[in-house]
């Protein structure tokens, strides 16, 4: 699961990721944390690529409050479909892309955790799958604007498989490690806007070569 990344500035956004709705006024965290601000691009009415600043942390249409007694910033992309907390934004089709310049992930190989920062194997910026939800206040009509990010299992994969700590009480090939899951620059738009099975198809582990790691310090 991922809890700490680093956005990219805006003028890197509209450059990358070509969204054609402008809005340069907007600002964010430059370090996120669950329920901070950060931005996050989804498909408008128009479907135009439109982006958006929210709480890192999907606050789901039932919650009474903004202020979330539990985590919402990362789902498993497996329990999508039966989680009340993300059910909805799947099935009508909340999807976004979640812009990242670096992630960090804790590595317990060493016997304490030492965090590793991740980033793109050619040093750009890349997009994370991501759910978006727009939740509204009953008591004073404020709007907040929230995401998600998706994760799938990673038990397999040479280099997210070896971060996070081990559970002593599962086997070594079955840990359920989790991946971030990136969204290539060619699939922007049938992961915003493509049905729900051209988006599942669409879910997949990064390449054995898509990011470089290193140990923040040692």
């Not at 194997?121 to 939740?135: I, Q, Y």
């Not at 498989?161 to 990136?182: E, I």
């Amino acid at each position: 699961m991922c809890n700490r990344y680093i956005p990219p500035d805006n003028k890197t956004i509209h450059a990358c990721w070509h969204v054609e709705t402008q809005n340069s006024h907007l600002s964010w965290q430059k370090e996120l944390f669950p329920r901070g601000q950060g931005p996050f691009i989804r498909s408008n009415k128009e479907n135009k690529r439109e982006l958006v600043v929210g709480q890192w942390g999907l606050i789901p249409h039932f919650a009474k409050t903004s202020k979330l007694k539990y985590n919402t910033n990362n789902a498993r992309y497996e329990e999508l479909k039966d989680k009340a907390s993300y059910r909805d934004p799947w099935k009508y089709g909340q999807r976004c892309v979640i812009p990242v310049k670096t992630f960090d992930e804790p590595c317990w190989e060493t016997g304490r955790n030492i965090w590793w920062r991740f980033q793109g194997r050619d040093g750009n910026s890349f997009g994370l799958a991501g759910l978006w939800n727009t939740w509204i206040d009953q008591a004073t009509g404020e709007l907040f604007e929230s995401y998600t990010m998706l994760t799938i299992n990673a038990d397999k994969h040479p280099l997210m498989s070896r971060m996070h700590k081990p559970d002593p009480n599962s086997p070594p090939d079955a840990q359920d490690k989790r991946s971030v899951v990136p969204i290539d620059l060619l699939d922007i738009d049938l992961w915003l806007s493509g049905s729900t099975e051209e988006s599942s198809n669409l879910i997949k582990l990064p390449t054995d070569n898509y990011f470089s790691a290193k140990p923040l310090s040692v």
